[in-house]
């Protein structure tokens, strides 16, 4: 029977938190998979593991439900990267990241990068549907290979598809602004303790992100996986330094070289 490959090891752990229905596994499937899925609440956790160049990133799933609110603080142990991720046509899950969720990151590294991300912007700002224009296009593309077709002209101004909050044209107002999403930033580091002056700015660590048409997306993931390189760095260094011992090592003639040393 061939042998089992092992899962390999993540060099660090990315966590997304926030409350429920914002978009949390939408954004995952996204990045992950390069598709939208319509997604029920997740319960627990779940993880992606992302190889990345040479290195493995976890990225962990949590629940935003209230009853499973006190696995966060054991899903962020140990984490590198947390990403407060709300919905920017509900204020109150902005809300929510400060007064439940920001006390479960006490468990994250001392040196955790921390993203505010606001999601389902595709609702609120035309520019952030243009991605699905760009989905659509590369899926008809794909699936026409090999066929023969009359040539598309496209529009000069194409209407972007109709979605459940833009069926007239009219787009749901957007309760949280950026301005909104920045001083959030700010109280993050002066909860951690860190002087802003020192941390990385606002401006590159806020995002507002469609999961719907990948809006932003992998600009989000590829900027954090980015930042904690010196991370993943400074621990492989560290088990370097200090290597766990092999017990295979000392089975076999080696064992019986010691017991035979003894009286």
């Not at 060099?11 to 229905?21: C, P, S, Y």
């Not at 629940?63 to 899903?75: D, I, P, T, V």
């Not at 505010?116 to 699936?143: C, F, H, M, P, W």
Request: glycine share 6%; with cysteine.
């Amino acid at each position: 029977m061939p042998e089992v490959s092992k899962m390999k090891k993540p060099d660090v752990k990315v966590v997304l938190l926030g409350d429920m229905n914002v978009g949390k596994t939408s954004l995952l499937h996204r990045y992950t998979e390069r598709k939208f899925k319509d997604t029920i609440s997740t319960v627990g956790g779940a993880f992606f593991l992302k190889q990345w160049g040479p290195y493995n990133i976890s990225i962990w799933d949590t629940a935003g439900r209230e009853q499973f609110h006190g696995l966060g603080s054991m899903y962020c142990r140990g984490a590198a990267a947390i990403i407060l991720t709300y919905d920017v046509t509900n204020w109150q899950s902005l809300a929510e990241l400060e007064e439940r969720f920001l006390s479960l990151t006490d468990t994250a590294n001392h040196d955790c990068i921390y993203a505010i991300v606001g999601n389902k912007v595709d609702l609120t700002d035309q520019k952030a549907q243009l991605s699905l224009d760009s989905d659509v296009e590369s899926e008809d593309r794909t699936e026409s290979e090999g066929k023969r077709t009359e040539p598309h002209v496209l529009s000069a101004c194409p209407t972007p598809p109709a979605s459940p909050a833009s069926l007239s044209g009219v787009m749901i107002q957007k309760q949280v602004t950026t301005e909104d999403a920045a001083a959030l930033y700010g109280r993050v580091l002066r909860y951690k303790g860190l002087e802003e002056t020192s941390s990385l700015p606002a401006e590159k660590m806020c995002f507002e992100t469609s999961a719907k048409t990948g809006y932003n997306v992998d600009t989000l993931f590829e900027t954090l996986f980015d930042l904690v390189l010196p991370s993943i760095l400074r621990k492989r260094n560290e088990n370097q330094e200090s290597p766990t011992v092999d017990l295979e090592d000392f089975r076999g003639g080696n064992n019986k070289r010691a017991r035979s040393s003894c009286c």
